[in-house]
T-cell receptor, first 120, second 118 residues
Framework: DTGVSQDPRHKITKRGQNVTFRCDPISEHNRLYWYRQTLGQGPEFLTYFQNEAQLEKSRLLSDRFSAERPKGSFSTLEIQRTEQGDSAMYLC??????????????????FGEGSRLTVL | AQSVAQPEDQVNVAEGNPLTVKCTYSVSGNPYLFWYVQYPNRGLQFLLKYITGDNLVKGSYGFEAEFNKSQTSFHLKKPSALVSDSALYFCAVRARVPSGAGSYQLTFGKGTKLSVIP
């Protein structure tokens, strides 16, 4: 399977605990994105990386959230001291910002299946 | 700021009938527009995109979308709906990241639930 993979798919935790999600992007993609999706809403941008550099963080990403992509391959999203409001689906996506061959902007993101977090 | 609106929370259509899922956008500059589909407890799957060129874009699973610059719309269409098309559909627009660093991300609408009735 050469798609984007996320682990774990489901996580149930108690308020105040820390959780970590992992994302493995499509191997040749240099950009990696994290989105959050709550019930009845579209995905909301959290942060993205180009290679190992974190280039943008949304104001939705409070100080309790941290994301890393240490070697420009997989990424982790950690939530510290979870709150019930953190319950959501956390989606990872990857892309190229340019086609190697043509230099054209492709634009579309390829999403993983998501990691669903439930905070009790 | 760039945004998309999906005015219908839910669309019901009989199997075999044509379907339309509406999307309007607001963006500065040339719009880059996308449609994604999401099945229950799954991630988003890319359907089609408009970057430039022909206003009628064809995508996966028989879907197509019509870009209308004057109406700032990008409606998703299919000539004959299948029960298996029942899912959540999201319209998205490429938007600059808030910091203005020159990078882009996708901004999504709230989604439209499509139900195809047998």
């Amino acid at each position: 399977d050469t798609g984007v993979s996320q682990d774990p798919r489901h996580k149930i935790t108690k308020r105040g605990q820390n959780v970590t999600f992992r994302c493995d992007p499509i191997s040749e993609h240099n950009r990696l994105y994290w989105y959050r999706q709550t019930l009845g809403q579209g995905p909301e941008f959290l942060t993205y990386f180009q290679n190992e550099a974190q280039l943008e963080k949304s104001r939705l990403l409070s100080d309790r959230f941290s994301a890393e992509r240490p070697k420009g391959s997989f990424s982790t999203l950690e939530i510290q001291r979870t709150e019930q409001g953190d319950s959501a689906m956390y989606l990872c996506a990857s892309s190229w910002n340019r086609l190697k061959q043509t230099g054209l902007f492709t634009g579309e993101l390829f999403f993983g299946e998501g990691s669903r977090l439930t905070v009790l | 700021a760039q945004s998309v609106a999906q005015p219908e929370d839910q669309v019901n259509v009989a199997e075999g009938n044509p379907l339309t899922v509406k999307c309007t956008y607001s963006v500065s500059g040339n719009p880059y527009l996308f449609w994604y589909v999401q099945y229950p407890n799954r991630g988003l799957q890319f359907l089609l995109k408009y970057i430039t060129g022909d206003n009628l874009v064809k995508g996966s699973y028989g879907f197509e979308a019509e870009f209308n610059k004057s109406q700032t719309s990008f409606h998703l269409k299919k000539p004959s709906a299948l029960v298996s098309d029942s899912a959540l559909y999201f319209c998205a627009v490429r938007a600059r990241v808030p910091s203005g660093a020159g990078s882009y991300q996708l901004t999504f609408g709230k989604g439209t639930k499509l139900s195809v009735i047998p």
